[in-house]
């Protein structure tokens, strides 16, 4: 049986998505290699992907001779780790009881949920800091963590997961006695693992990514996170791209791990079997 011919639409449309690959590609790997260089290679202008002095002076720099890159990664742990994990809890949480219970005002919670999808997040920042200023959770943990604990989008985008759950789950575990927070927790949130994937993909990376708002909120040195950590690299005279790549790999691996771990739950969809 002689194999089906590819149509030219089918080609292109490959051949469109391997360059887009390779284009999106390229600044990574340029990045990567740099990370193995030394600052006169990069900054000589030859675009070389393979160092022509290979070197790990970079990475024994920002790990051990810098003596605060260890202490920027683990504030950023600590921040996007718990912010991501609360956000699953009360997002989910909040997304159920507006699918699925009946309260006074529950369709005007759901509107103001809506209006503050529509807020830029800088509208809010001199409120929030004047409020953690009275709180004194400038330069904390919780300053970065509690006003972000919540996110409106993700209320929205788990009230429409939970709008298609079905019911007939939910209803055979309470006739087996289980309690409202029971089926949520052993019932619903199991089978919702693509949704918290996605979720915590995006939430993860919100958090990792931040610059503004612990730019704004962390005044000493030691509390920075790793966005921050890696603007001192950069000087008013002297840039230290060397560093600044060698970091910025390191910045990179947290979030490449999250994707892989969750991205078989993001990928699979939703069988509601209802089996066990």
């Known amino acids: 049986m002689k194999p089906k011919k590819m149509s030219f639409s089918k080609r292109l449309l490959y051949i469109i998505?391997?360059?887009?690959?390779?284009?999106?590609l390229i600044p990574f790997f340029w990045a990567l290699s740099s990370s193995f260089k030394t600052l006169e290679e990069i900054v000589s202008g030859t675009l070389n992907f393979l160092p022509k002095n290979f070197t790990l002076d970079n990475y024994?720099?920002?790990f051990i001779e810098q003596d605060l890159f260890p202490r920027w990664m683990l504030n950023s742990l600590?921040?996007?780790?718990?912010?991501?994990?609360?956000?699953?809890?009360?997002?989910?949480?909040?997304?159920?009881?507006?699918?699925?219970?009946?309260?006074?005002?529950?369709?005007?919670?759901?509107i103001i949920i809506l209006a503050v999808l529509m807020i830029p997040?800088?509208?809010?920042?001199?409120?929030?800091?004047?409020?953690?200023?009275?709180?004194?959770?400038?330069?904390s943990y919780q300053g970065m963590i509690v006003p972000a604990m919540i996110n409106?989008?993700?209320i929205f985008m788990m009230r429409q997961f939970f709008v298609n759950f079905p019911k007939e789950l939910e209803e055979a575990a309470q006739i087996d006695g289980l309690s409202r927070l029971g089926i949520f927790f052993k019932i619903v949130l199991p089978l919702a693992k693509p949704a918290l994937a996605a979720q915590a993909i995006f939430v993860f990376m919100g958090f990792w990514n931040d610059f503004m708002r612990p730019l704004i909120i962390m005044t000493d040195t030691e509390m920075y996170t790793l966005p921050l950590g890696l603007n001192t690299f950069k000087g008013q005279?002297?840039?230290?791209?060397?560093?600044?790549?060698?970091?910025?790999?390191?910045?990179?691996?947290p979030v490449l791990l999250i994707y892989a771990f969750f991205n078989k739950y993001f990928i699979k969809g939703v069988s509601f079997t209802g089996g066990k």
Do not use: C, D, H
């Open 17 to 24: 998505l391997v360059a887009y690959a390779v284009t999106t």
């Open 60 to 62: 024994k720099q920002i």
């Open 78 to 110: 600590i921040i996007a780790g718990t912010g991501t994990f609360l956000n699953i809890i009360f997002n989910s949480m909040a997304g159920y009881a507006l699918a699925r219970l009946t309260f006074p005002g529950k369709k005007a919670l759901f």
């Open 121 to 139: 997040a800088q509208v809010t920042m001199i409120p929030n800091y004047l409020i953690l200023k009275e709180l004194g959770w400038l330069n």
């Open 152 to 154: 409106a989008t993700f």
């Open 237 to 253: 005279y002297v840039s230290y791209w060397n560093y600044i790549m060698a970091a910025s790999m390191a910045f990179t691996l």
